[in-house]
Structures are given as structure tokens and as C-alpha cells.
């Protein structure tokens, strides 16, 4: 670095890099930590939410699966493995603070308190969401890759202005981070010091496209630093480690810190979606080793080794996340109500003579 470039400017740019490895919590508590930045360990209640929310998110990923085997939805994106990125995500946040996920992300929005069925919704094609995105602060999940970056900066920017003290957390994969509408988020971002942040779970695939042939970068969270956003990288597996960076991120953007992007490193062990079959571009050795990498195992083990979880406690979180599947099942199993008039809803605020007399038409005709 030149020497003439201030102390206090070298701090900076410091500061906005990731750091040398992704931050990760030792499996022991004694163990020092490895990575070289430090993040206060989440309170116990707050990792027995995330085991519990983890469990139930991974019920519901595998009867959402089934669900689409059996033609009660168009497709499903899992997100197996990928549930403490999903859970963390959730639980980072303020009942006021915005959500803006992705089509992968469905588990992140039955943590966030979403009806499940309201979820899969859109995959069931009966319409574009199912949920009411503004009272449960979470917009409609987005299928084209970073369109919604733009988006969720600029409500961070417009929340600030008013100052309500509202953040919004962006969900992307590693494969949006090579769309245009990435970097010009991030730009804005970084401009405007908006109060987002850009969680990228880099799961090692663009559908089929490794890694190593979608860039050249060092990795995904060093494009922070050209566009003036902080940056981290977390083992995404690690559910305690995506909670305490998470968690620091949102209340940091919160406080005037301005935006992060945090790439999380973990894997998708299942197929792109229900119609993908993944044994063409990867091995089966390959999702073995992170299967040993399981999130919810590694989350079990370390609240067992610390006197927060028993049997007793394993066993009811396993049968209320069967209730929950159970529950799925029978309500999308069931044939969707249909009603003709919701055609004409949400297409203008104040509905043309042309839509209006639309509307009377199928009236005079529709029998509920």
C-alpha cells in the first residue's frame, strides 16, 4: 500500500475485508478460535430456537419434496443442509426488520412465522404469494436471480430516512453474485450506507456450474470491499457461527454501520430442485463428506455438550415437526379454492372502466 494513504485509511479498508478463513466456533468451547475475528456466542435460548426452527425446517424441506413427487406442486427448490443459514437468517432479525428471499429459501420463511402453506403457494401455482409480504415484513419470494437486491436496499434506504431503524437482509446463492443486478445492489448499498445485509449462501453450485468455473475470486465476500460494504465469510454449517455474524451484521447496519455481505460456505445436498438430477455434475463421495457436515447434528452436539438438550427435548422437537408435516400434507392435499374475481385484484389501484366491467361480467356469471 502507497505511504501516503492515511493510517485511518488503511483501518478502514481493514475493516471491510473478510477475514483470512470462515469464521467458525470451535466444536470446544475451551478451543481458541482459529479464524482470526471474534463474535460473541449466542445465548442458549436463542440456539435452542434455531435447533428447533432447524428441525422443523428440514421436515417440512422433505415432505415439500414428496409433495412435488406427487404432482401437489410444480416444483420444489430444496434447501437440505442448507438450514442454518435458513434459520439464522430468520431469527437475525426484528419483527419489524424486512426478509427478502429467494425461491430457495422456504424454510427461512417458516421460521420467520409464515404458514407453510402459504409458502409453497407460489410452487403450487396458485398464485404469486401466498402470504401478505407486508404484514409479515417479508416480500414475495423472487425466482429471478438478484432482482430483489436492488429492491431490498432500497426500502433499507427509504426505512432509514424515516427513521425507523428497520434493516433488510437480502438472501442470494453463490450463482446471483454473477448477476448485474448483484453488484449494482452492492453499489447502491455501499453509496447510500443503506442498513442491508447481503447473505450469500454459497452452497458451491449454480445449479450445475461448479464453483471454480463461475469465478475467479478469491472468494464471494472479498466483492465487498470494491464497492465499500463490509464483508465476512462463515461456515455456513456452523449454525451458532451464522447466528453471532448474522446477528452483528443486522445490528450493526441497524446502528449507522452501513450494509455487510456475509458468504456463508455450505452445501446443497439435495438436487437444484425436484426436476434436477444432481448425479450428473457431482459425486456421491462428494455430498458424503458434507453430510458429515450435517448443520443440525453439529448444533445437537454442541447443546448437548452444554447441558441444553436431552432426549426429552429431541423427541418433542422431532414430533412437533411431524405434526407440522402432517399438517402440510392434509391442507395441500386438498383442492385449492378457486374464485375467479381475485383476477382483477392488485392489477390497478384504481381499477379502469375497461377492468371494472371485466369484473361485473364474471360476477353476474361465477356460482362460489
Not at 422433505?62 to 401437489?72: H, K, M, P, T
Not at 436431552?310 to 418433542?316: L, M, Y
Request: proline share 8%.
Amino acid at each position: 500500500m502507497p505511504e501516503n494513504v492515511a493510517p485511518e485509511r488503511r483501518t478502514g479498508i481493514e475493516l471491510l475485508l473478510p477475514g483470512p478463513v470462515p469464521f467458525a466456533f470451535p466444536e470446544n468451547d475451551a478451543d481458541p478460535s482459529p479464524t482470526g475475528r471474534k463474535y460473541p456466542i449466542p445465548d442458549a435460548e436463542l440456539l435452542l430456537a434455531a435447533y428447533r426452527k432447524m428441525v422443523l425446517g428440514r421436515r417440512f424441506d422433505e415432505q415439500a419434496n414428496v409433495l412435488a413427487r406427487q404432482g401437489r406442486l410444480a416444483v420444489y427448490p430444496s434447501s437440505l443442509g442448507q438450514e442454518a443459514c435458513q434459520v439464522a437468517a430468520a431469527l437475525a432479525l426484528r419483527d419489524t426488520d424486512w426478509l427478502f428471499p429467494t425461491y430457495r429459501d422456504s424454510v427461512a420463511l417458516v421460521s420467520r412465522g409464515i404458514d407453510p402453506v402459504g409458502v409453497l403457494t407460489l410452487l403450487r401455482g396458485d398464485w404469486h404469494s401466498g402470504y401478505d409480504p407486508v404484514a409479515h415484513r417479508t416480500a414475495p419470494q423472487c425466482t429471478p436471480l438478484a432482482t430483489h437486491g436492488p429492491h431490498a436496499v432500497g426500502l433499507a434506504h427509504a426505512e432509514r430516512l424515516k427513521g425507523t431503524g428497520t434493516v433488510a437482509l437480502a438472501l442470494l446463492g453463490d450463482g446471483a453474485t454473477s448477476e448485474g443486478d448483484f453488484h449494482e445492489a452492492l453499489n447502491l448499498a455501499g453509496v447510500l450506507r443503506a442498513p442491508v445485509v447481503f447473505l450469500v449462501q454459497n452452497n458451491g453450485y449454480a445449479i450445475s456450474v461448479p464453483f471454480s468455473a463461475q469465478t475467479a475470486a478469491t472468494s464471494l465476500a472479498h466483492r465487498g470491499i470494491g464497492h465499500g460494504v463490509r464483508a465476512e465469510q462463515v461456515d455456513g454449517n456452523d449454525a451458532a457461527a451464522v447466528l453471532a455474524v448474522l446477528t452483528t451484521a443486522v445490528e450493526d447496519a441497524r446502528t449507522g454501520g452501513g450494509p455487510w455481505l456475509v458468504e456463508a460456505l455450505t452445501y446443497r445436498l439435495g438436487p437444484h430442485t425436484s426436476a434436477d438430477d444432481p448425479a450428473r455434475y457431482r459425486s456421491a463421495g462428494e455430498t458424503q463428506v458434507w453430510r458429515r457436515r450435517d448443520p443440525i447434528s453439529r448444533l445437537e452436539r454442541r447443546l448437548r455438550a452444554s447441558g441444553l438438550l436431552d432426549d426429552t427435548t429431541v423427541a418433542e422437537t422431532a414430533a412437533h415437526a411431524e405434526a407440522l408435516a402432517d399438517d402440510l400434507r392434509t391442507r395441500l392435499t386438498a383442492a385449492p379454492e378457486v374464485d375467479p374475481r381475485t383476477l382483477f385484484d392488485h392489477v390497478f389501484q384504481h381499477p379502469t372502466p375497461q377492468l371494472t366491467a371485466q369484473r361485473t361480467e364474471v360476477e353476474s356469471v361465477w356460482r362460489p
